[in-house]
């Protein structure tokens, strides 16, 4: 017999890797229905996915009993994702700033 906790660990990892489509999804089209290479959104979408995907991974690995994989290594690089994830995003914004005022002057 299965377990709440099971059932939940499993709904878990089904809906992160469902939520990691999205921004797969929008890295794909960005070209094609907006009509302009933007590299910075790209790259941002990219991390995102990454990052949700290593959260589905992580949930998988805990499920199926892997605690030291999933505690251990997946956990601590999913954390360190989201940290770049934000850097990465602070910096596009800064850049994007500074060539908004260079293009102002």
Excluded: C, W
């Excluded at 999804?25 to 070209?31: A, G, S, W």
């Excluded at 229905?33 to 589905?56: E, P, W, Y």
Aim: aromatic share 16%.
């Amino acid at each position: 017999m299965i377990s709440i906790q099971t059932e939940i660990l499993v709904t878990q990892y089904i809906v992160y890797f469902i939520a990691a489509a999205i921004p797969i999804y929008l890295t794909f089209i960005v070209k094609k229905k907006i009509g302009n290479d933007n590299n910075h959104f790209k790259r941002l979408t990219i991390v995102l996915a990454s990052f949700v995907l290593m959260q589905g991974f992580y949930h998988v690995a805990g499920s199926f009993g892997y605690k030291l994989l999933a505690k251990g290594i997946l956990e601590p690089l999913s954390f360190g994702i989201l940290i770049f994830f934000g850097v990465f995003y602070i910096i596009s914004k800064t850049s994007a700033k500074n060539e908004d005022e260079v293009r102002v002057t």
